[in-house]
């Protein structure tokens, strides 16, 4: 061990006997007891800083200033996973020995923040930092899960997230080797107990081996798989927290293949298992389940070539994603590019984008073609309905994970909405019959906002339909509807999706003698769609239209 270079011990914790390092560990005390074993000598213990050395966010060193002078605290977790990888966050845990709400009450004075308790009983708080530009950062304070620093890091989920650094002087504290797993990109538990004791953790494991390319080692692989059973003890929110993280992260479809090779999709998402070996007539090239999962990779595909972070345009004669297809979607509908990041941008609820919405709905948006199922008078399969009762299937299942009703609302809009950019393409395709206004209108009418993510999933959807086989007149036919319905959602929503009513009910109720009723208000819809169409523009031309409505109902 003399002999080794000592850039190896970088981030850990040495013993030193006559200036030569003769033992090493995670923690300080790991690494005297390791000299304890080998030298009757008394051992110096010596922290090696990291190279480069750490740089903490500007946050950190604000708490550290603000602290009571002789309180250790210890910033923990996935800031400090982060912070070694090189990446910003906006989520950090602290730790110390106790008393973190009073702590995190006394910092929230000193940073002009706000706080409030998250679990009195366990002693934990958080402090909500908001920033010049309206973004905010969270501060978590809790006492130790144990009776000291190394108990309360054992006890954590994953070793990469079970490294310490005490805010006194940036050591760190890694008792598991969180970091070298963290260098080899290994996903290991922190004990044997750690997926039995939260389950939920299976979920958050997927979701890291994702995000960051790890490889969960065989052993917390098995364990995993083992507690996939308690995950009915979990709560529905934390249940729904972990799986929309994984959905707005990088690789969906990947996850929820491990979530089904982990024996836990059955537990989370119930009603996919049913979709393996749904066959499909052509021109879908495989069975349900592998259909949807086509259908979430191409979703990702298309998210990222439309992301306003691309270059404008693909490189000549090829697409910026090397993908004839997406090359193509690029050059008709990549103008959209930045209003289809705003809209993905604004949650319908806070904590959980617009974006990991679409891809629930991706992953239901077949989910009732077992159940609907019939044969027709060839013998091919037919799935009638399916995308109204996968509609209310995923209905039942929102609001099983407890989301929002503003959520649970656009799952069902979109799912039930899915089939009618299919039918405008196939009409375009076969007939040469764009979208009409009055076509467009309608479509609107009943999608609102959600028609923007139809026409996103139905991009997805035929290319997983397809895959390599999608004849190119029929993307590009696809691509032409969705042009038309970007248009008018985007440059024209006044003229053909909301116009300015030309009339309202007074005015019909006065100008043709009516009375209050349900036919004034299918009188407004009705000339409201035809000023969408074009068909009216006047009030004039409004009235005429209504009289003449009221005659044919005589």
């Known amino acids: 061990m003399a002999g080794e270079s000592q850039s190896s011990y970088a981030g850990r914790w040495v013993a030193k006997v006559h200036g030569q390092i003769v033992a090493q560990g995670g923690t300080p005390e790991q690494a005297r007891r390791a000299a304890q074993s080998r030298f009757k000598e008394t051992a110096e213990i010596v922290f090696m800083p990291t190279s480069p050395r750490l740089t903490l966010p500007p946050i950190v060193d604000s708490v550290r200033t603000a602290l009571p002078e002789g309180l250790t605290v210890y910033l923990v977790g996935g800031a400090v996973r982060d912070q070694l990888l090189g990446r910003s966050t906006h989520d950090l845990d602290f730790t110390l020995e106790g008393g ?60 990469v997230n079970a490294i310490a650094i005490d805010l006194t002087d940036n050591t760190i504290h890694d008792p598991l080797g969180g970091a070298a797993d963290l260098k080899e990109k290994r996903l290991r538990a922190c004990s044997a107990s750690a997926m039995t004791d939260d389950s939920v953790r299976i979920l958050r494991g997927i979701r890291l081996a994702a995000a960051f390319g790890f490889h969960i080692l065989p052993d917390t692989r098995k364990k995993m ?40 999709l059955e537990k989370v998402l119930p ?42 345009e693909p490189p000549s004669g090829e697409s910026s994603a090397n993908d004839w297809y997406l090359g193509t979607m690029l050059l008709r509908i990549g103008r959209y590019r930045q209003q289809l990041a705003e809209h993905l941008s ?25 159940q609907t199922k019939a044969v027709d008078e060839n013998g091919q399969p037919r799935f009638w309905d399916h995308d109204q009762q996968g509609a209310e299937m995923v209905v039942k299942r929102g609001r099983l994970l407890m989301l929002s009703n503003d959520e649970v609302d656009r799952l069902e809009t979109i799912i039930k909405g899915h089939m009618r950019i299919h039918f405008l393409t196939n009409r375009l395709a076969t007939e040469g019959k764009p979208p009409s206004r009055r076509a ?9 906002a959600a028609g923007t ?47 300015l009513p030309l009339v309202d009910g007074n005015d019909l109720l ?45």
């Open 440 to 448: 467009i209108y309608r479509f609107f009418r009943q999608t609102g």
């Open 271 to 312: 009603e996919l298992p049913a979709l393996k070996g749904a066959g499909q007539k052509s021109p879908h090239v495989a069975d349900v389940w592998e259909h949807t999962l086509s259908v979430v990779n191409h979703l990702e595909s298309l998210l990222s070539v439309l992301s306003p972070d691309q270059e404008p």
């Open 346 to 370: 604004v949650p319908l609820i806070t904590g959980r984008t617009l974006r990991s919405l679409l891809f629930m709905a991706a992953l239901y948006h077949d989910a009732a073609k077992p």
């Open 225 to 264: 798989k083992e507690a996939a059973v308690l995950l009915d003890k979990i709560s529905p929110e934390r249940l729904r927290d972990e799986l929309f993280r994984m959905l707005d992260g990088p690789k969906p479809a990947a996850c929820i293949r491990s979530l089904d090779l982990l024996g836990a």
């Open 510 to 554: 006065r100008e043709l003698s009516l009375q209050p009723g349900p036919f004034v208000g299918k009188l407004i819809e009705t000339i409201r769609e035809a000023q969408a169409a074009g068909e009216v523009s006047t009030r004039d031309e409004a009235l005429a239209l209504a009289r003449r409505r009221v005659e044919e109902r005589k």
């Open 100 to 159: 973190a709400i009073k702590l995190g009450r006394s910092l929230a004075n000193s940073l002009k923040a706000d706080f409030y308790p998250l679990d009195s009983e366990r002693d934990t708080g958080r402090v909500v930092v908001t920033n010049e530009d309206g973004s905010r950062t969270f501060l978590d304070f809790a006492a130790f899960r144990g009776e000291d620093l190394e108990a309360d890091l054992t006890g954590r989920d994953f070793t």
């Open 453 to 499: 993510d139809i026409c996103l999933l139905s991009l997805a959807d035929l290319r997983g339909t397809y895959e390599q086989t999608l004849p190119q007149e029929t993307w590009a036919a696809c691509l032409d509807v969705v042009r038309t319905m970007l248009e008018a959602w985007f440059e024209r929503r006044e003229e053909e999706v909301t116009p």
